[in-house]
């Protein structure tokens, strides 16, 4: 049995971004426990031969996070199918790596609008049915890059700071309909997220394969956690790093991923 055992079997869980990485890594997971799936992300054919992989029943709709109202659009599409999701997983998401000012802007909103307002509108659309139910999980994908300053991606750390604080408010605020929220926080994974954001991933970092981070997810929302730092070494990083001033914290990380190319 998994680690998570039976919590979600034989209902439905959603989860966005599953054409590729951690969401479908999660997809994989609840699929061999049993659960049914919904899954969504903008490259349909992707999702299409991903779902004849799974032996669980699955759903399928293509859906742009970067407009705002592909949320309401996916629940609809679940509404029509009579579907209502016990499980809820935020997962999709990028980020972009480089010096602020030579970034692209719109690139950089839409990032926000995909990474943060999009958590939101489907958590507010999907919440009162579980909260009225007086069951459902939901499980926000962040990072452990929301922990700190991140130059060179700071609009993505600060994207993925908002989705810990997010989760962990609404973790404690809504616990008293049994429902349970959990932030998910990655460091490096496996996946085509370092392709996407052009980001080099610096040598002495581990890498986490995305079964791994999904299995971690899964096992701390089933256990009630509010959120869960994958590996033993993000976690002692992160929680350590609380002891040093920011600012200390903020300068390491630039050395850290400073590019070869920063301008001087
Ligand atoms: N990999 C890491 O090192 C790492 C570390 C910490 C946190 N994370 C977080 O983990 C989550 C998953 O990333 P990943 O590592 O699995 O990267 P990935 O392999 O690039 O997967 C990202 C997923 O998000 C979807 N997505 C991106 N933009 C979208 C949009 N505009 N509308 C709808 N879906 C969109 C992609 O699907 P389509 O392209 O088909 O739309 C894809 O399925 C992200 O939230 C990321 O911030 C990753």
Redesign the pocket.
């Known amino acids: 049995m998994s680690a998570y055992g039976t919590r979600w079997k034989g209902q439905w869980a959603l989860v ?10 999660i997809a994989t997971e609840l699929a061999a426990s049993g659960v049914d799936l919904v899954l ?4 349909l054919e ?2 299409r031969e991903f779902a004849t992989k799974l032996n669980t029943k699955v759903e399928i709709i293509d ?4 407009y705002p109202d ?1 949320p309401r659009r996916i629940f609809d599409f679940t509404e029509g199918k009579g579907i209502q999701p016990a499980l809820l997983v935020n ?5 972009e790596f480089g010096e602020f000012r030579d970034l692209n802007p719109a690139r950089q909103t ?1 990032m926000v ?3 943060c307002a ?1 958590v939101v509108a489907m958590t507010h659309l999907y919440l009162p049915g579980m909260v009225e139910r007086r069951q459902g999980d939901i499980l926000i ?5 929301s922990f700190q300053a991140v130059p060179y991606q700071i609009t ?1 750390a600060a ?2 700071a908002f ?1 810990l604080i997010f989760a962990e408010g609404l973790a404690e605020e809504v616990k008293r309909f049994g429902v349970r929220v959990c932030a998910l ?12 954001a052009n980001e080099p ?1 610096p040598k002495q970092m581990t ?1 986490h394969t ?1 079964q791994y ?1 999904a299995q971690t997810g899964l096992k701390a929302l089933a256990a009630g956690k509010h959120y869960v730092i994958c590996g033993v070494g993000n976690r002692l990083g992160m929680e350590l790093q609380r002891l040093a001033p920011r600012r200390v914290v903020t300068a390491i990380s630039e050395r850290l991923f400073r590019p070869a190319s920063a301008r001087p």
């Open positions: 966005t971004g599953a054409s590729s990485g951690i969401g479908q890594a969504t992300a903008r490259r992707r999702l859906a742009d996070l970067e592909a997962n999709a998401g990028f980020g839409a609008q995909v990474n999009a994908v962040a990072s452990t890059a993505y994207t993925k989705d926080c990655p460091g490096h994974t496996q996946s085509e997220f370092h392709e996407v991933i890498v995305a981070v």
